[in-house]
C-alpha cells in the first residue's frame, strides 16, 4: 500500500526557513510527478509546487522563496521554504501523480496519492 507520511512541519516567525519532507513507500519517486499543496482554515487546497520528470513549477505566491526538490536514494521529496510570511500558514501535503502532463498537475484533483498533512504557522 502506498504511503506519503509529511514531516518538519512547526511554529516559526515570519522571515524564518523550514525545510518539509515527504517519505514515500511502495511507490518509487523518481518514476511520479510529485507535489505540494496546502491548505489554510476556511480555504481550499492550493498548489505550492510540483515536480514532473522534467519540469518544476511554482505557485506565484512562493515563488523565489519556496524550492522543491527530490532524493531519490532516500525516496523522499522536500520542500524548502525560505522567508516565510504569516500567509504561508497552511496544513501542508505532499502528493503523488501517475501523469506528467502540465496543464493536470496543477490540480488537486489529478493526484493519485496523498499525505496526512502537516501544519505549518507562522507569526507575525
Known amino acids: 500500500q502506498v504511503q506519503l507520511v509529511e514531516s518538519g512541519g512547526g511554529l516559526v516567525q515570519a522571515g524564518d526557513s523550514l525545510r518539509l519532507s515527504c517519505a514515500a513507500s511502495?511507490?518509487?519517486?523518481?518514476?511520479?510527478?510529485m507535489g505540494w499543496f496546502r491548505q489554510a482554515p476556511g480555504k481550499e487546497r492550493e498548489l505550492v509546487a510540483f515536480?514532473?520528470?522534467?519540469?518544476?513549477y511554482y505557485a506565484e505566491s512562493v515563488k523565489g522563496r519556496f524550492t522543491i526538490s527530490r532524493d531519490n536514494a532516500k525516496n523522499t521529496m522536500y520542500l524548502q521554504m525560505n522567508s516565510l510570511k504569516p500567509e504561508d500558514t497552511a496544513v501542508y501535503f505532499c502528493?503523488?501523480?501517475?501523469?506528467?502532463?502540465?496543464?493536470?498537475?496543477?490540480?488537486?484533483?489529478?493526484?493519485?496519492?496523498w499525505g496526512q498533512g502537516t501544519q505549518v504557522t507562522v507569526s507575525s
Open positions: 502528493a503523488a501523480a501517475k501523469t506528467a502532463l502540465l496543464r493536470l498537475l496543477k490540480l488537486s484533483a489529478t493526484y493519485d496519492y
Open positions: 511502495e511507490l518509487t519517486i523518481s518514476s511520479i510527478s
Open positions: 515536480s514532473s520528470w522534467w519540469t518544476d
